[in-house]
């Protein structure tokens, strides 16, 4: 089964500090901005952004919890960020395993033919 891959969702975790945000999250259950910033070497303002831009393609979803929000991973969206994942490679394991293939029967049609030599003239 092939999954479309979606651009805008392989941007947000394209970005290291978003996939490191994304484990915070999973491991801690859940995170604010400033709780976030106090793991990441980054600013509370920086996290905000990348919150946002996780939030934009579904991959956290916001609660407000007093003066903060807290996020968590949507992990049914998670799931279909990794199935696209799996997806791709198994569409590059193929492809390579073609190119393989094609390299192999070159190297034996070289093999398999007789030396060419230059006649004297």
């Known amino acids: 089964m092939s999954t479309p891959v979606d651009d805008e969702l392989w941007s947000a975790v394209g970005d290291p500090t978003r996939r490191r945000m994304l484990d915070l999250l999973l491991t801690g259950g859940g995170g604010t901005a400033t709780t976030l910033s ?7 303002q920086a996290v905000a952004k990348h919150l946002g ?3 934009r393609v579904g991959l956290v979803h916001v609660t407000p919890s007093g003066r ?9 969206q998670l799931a279909r960020a990794t199935a696209q994942l799996a997806s791709v490679g198994a569409s590059w394991d193929a492809r390579l395993r073609r190119i393989k293939r094609i390299a192999e029967a070159i190297q034996r049609e070289r093999l398999e033919q007789p030396p060419r030599h230059e006649q004297d003239g």
Do not use: G, I, N
Request: hydrophobic share 35%; charged share 35%.
């Open 38 to 44: 106090e793991q990441l070497p980054v600013t509370r």
């Open 53 to 55: 831009v996780l939030q």
């Open 68 to 76: 903060e929000r807290l996020y968590e991973v949507d992990e049914a």
